[in-house]
């Protein structure tokens, strides 16, 4: 059973919010008896607390929410520990809970790395980045993206791949540059399939840069415009507890995502 946060954040910020208003213009003006000690306790943490509470409401609904990588299907760009902050307002301000755009402000560009709300579980959250926009033509074809008929450039990335393991390339999306990991060499796929995906209006082709390993656009269809979640930016922390507790590794701390 899935906890639904924003949803315990909205309802504890609204319960706060009537009690504080109750006793500003009823309670405290009527000069009620103050022998009602559990009333008065509830009113002095809802004080205390509320600002607090819309505070925290605004900054995760609107500006910057954290997310924790919980897999490997970013790899080599994000890996499982990784903790990102991710920009709510990138592609649109939306209501908590119900999720509905009130504000536009951007959409999303070839290259990004976007969470996005699972359109058969919404209250899963998945990240990968945008291959397709609305209107694409998307091919895979022997581990290569062929975006309207233009294969995307990939290039060798020479070296120990360290724990990240299989073969890591640099891929092109438009203007931006990033990594993406393969089991096998891209020469060496012998997959004879060549598959295409139409990308409907409203709509984002997502893949892992894990290829071989992310539950992604190929296996779950593309996602709508109204499930997205925002931008992820930055990694500002990375605790790896899968195989139990370790220091965080601080040389992933702070890193712009590419």
């Known amino acids: 059973m899935s906890i639904d946060l924003a949803l315990i954040l909205v309802v504890l910020t609204a319960f706060s919010a009537v009690v504080v208003a109750f006793n500003r213009f009823y309670y405290a003006r009527?000069?009620?008896?103050?022998?009602?000690?559990?009333?008065?306790?509830?009113?002095?943490?809802?004080?205390?607390?509320?600002?607090?509470?819309?505070?925290?409401?605004?900054?995760?609904?609107?500006?910057?929410?954290p997310f924790r990588i919980p897999s490997g299907s970013m790899m080599?760009?994000?890996?499982?520990?990784?903790?990102?902050?991710?920009?709510?307002?990138?592609?649109?301000?939306?209501?908590?809970?119900?999720n509905s755009k009130v504000i536009e402000t951007g959409q999303p560009k070839r290259g990004d790395v976007v969470v996005f709300r699972l359109p058969s579980n919404p209250k899963i959250n998945y990240i990968k980045r945008v291959v397709g926009l609305p209107g694409d033509i998307v091919?895979?074809?022997?581990?290569?993206?062929?975006?309207?008929?233009?294969?995307?450039?990939?290039?060798?990335?020479?070296?120990?791949?360290?724990?990240?393991?299989g073969h890591?390339?640099?891929?092109?999306?438009?203007?931006?540059?990033?990594?993406?990991?393969?089991?096998?060499?891209?020469a060496d796929n012998k997959d004879p399939r060549v598959r295409v995906y139409e990308v409907p209006a409203d709509h984002y082709f997502m893949m892992g840069d894990n290829r071989d390993?992310?539950?992604?656009?190929?296996?779950?269809?593309?996602?709508?415009e109204?499930?997205?979640?925002?931008?992820?930016?930055?990694?500002?922390?990375?605790?790896?507890?899968?195989?139990?507790?370790?220091?965080?590794?601080?040389?992933?701390?702070?890193?712009?995502i590419q």
């Open 30 to 65: 009527a000069g009620a008896d103050s022998d009602n000690t559990f009333l008065d306790t509830v009113i002095e943490y809802s004080r205390s607390f509320f600002p607090v509470l819309l505070f925290v409401l605004v900054i995760r609904s609107f500006i910057f929410e």
């Open 76 to 98: 080599p760009t994000l890996v499982q520990g990784d903790f990102i902050f991710v920009k709510k307002y990138s592609y649109g301000l939306r209501l908590p809970v119900a």
């Open 139 to 165: 091919a895979y074809d022997g581990g290569r993206v062929t975006i309207n008929g233009d294969l995307m450039r990939v290039s060798a990335v020479e070296g120990d791949n360290g724990d990240i393991g």
């Open 168 to 186: 890591v390339y640099t891929e092109t999306l438009g203007e931006r540059e990033h990594e993406i990991r393969h089991r096998v060499p891209i």
């Open 213 to 224: 390993n992310s539950q992604d656009s190929r296996f779950i269809g593309t996602i709508p």
């Open 226 to 256: 109204t499930h997205l979640v925002g931008e992820a930016v930055r990694i500002w922390m990375h605790v790896d507890l899968s195989d139990g507790p370790e220091w965080p590794d601080w040389g992933r701390i702070g890193t712009k």
